[in-house]
């Protein structure tokens, strides 16, 4: 079953939060943003051992969910064996401040949930 489209949203207060959260919505949408923001651009295997936890499956359909919504663009080379690049969109690089804001916050914050660095 595919992701339900946000197009539409009723835009009471809080409607573009909602409509942030649904584009990076997923367990691994925010990790695979931050190795492309940090690496610039990736292969699909290259991403599979930053992200060792996420299987082929999970991993190709985020990947092809955030490409629907323009937030990557996944460049397919012709040669044998295929190779295929991720990178980020200029939309989105503009979930630069964001993805930074998440990080720090997580880098302050990890200790309370059990975690250390």
Same mark, same amino acid.
């Given at each position: 079953?595919?992701?339900?489209?946000?197009?539409r949203? #009723?835009?009471?207060?809080?409607?573009s939060? =909602?409509?942030?959260?649904?584009?990076? !919505?997923?367990?691994?949408?925010?990790?695979?943003?931050?190795?492309?923001?940090?690496?610039?651009?990736?292969?699909?295997? =290259?991403?599979?051992?930053?992200?060792?936890?996420?299987?082929?499956?999970?991993?190709?359909?985020?990947?092809?969910?955030? =490409? !629907?919504?323009?937030?990557?663009?996944?460049?397919?080379?012709?040669?044998?064996?295929?190779?295929? !690049?991720?990178?980020?969109?200029?939309?989105?690089?503009?979930?630069?401040?964001?993805?930074?804001?998440?990080? !720090?916050?997580? #880098?302050?914050?990890?200790n309370?949930?059990?975690?250390?660095?």
């Amino acid at each position: 079953m595919g992701k339900l489209k946000h197009s539409r949203f #009723d835009c009471t207060p809080g409607c573009s939060v =909602e409509a942030a959260i649904g584009i990076i !919505e997923g367990k691994w949408k925010s990790i695979i943003l931050w190795h492309l923001l940090c690496d610039d651009v990736l292969r699909f295997s =290259e991403l599979r051992k930053k992200i060792p936890a996420v299987t082929q499956k999970v991993l190709t359909r985020q990947l092809r969910e955030l =490409e !629907e919504d323009k937030i990557i663009i996944r460049k397919v080379y012709a040669q044998v064996p295929p190779k295929v !690049e991720y990178r980020l969109s200029d939309l989105g690089v503009s979930l630069t401040p964001i993805l930074t804001a998440l990080k !720090e916050w997580g #880098d302050k914050n990890i200790n309370l949930y059990g975690k250390s660095l």
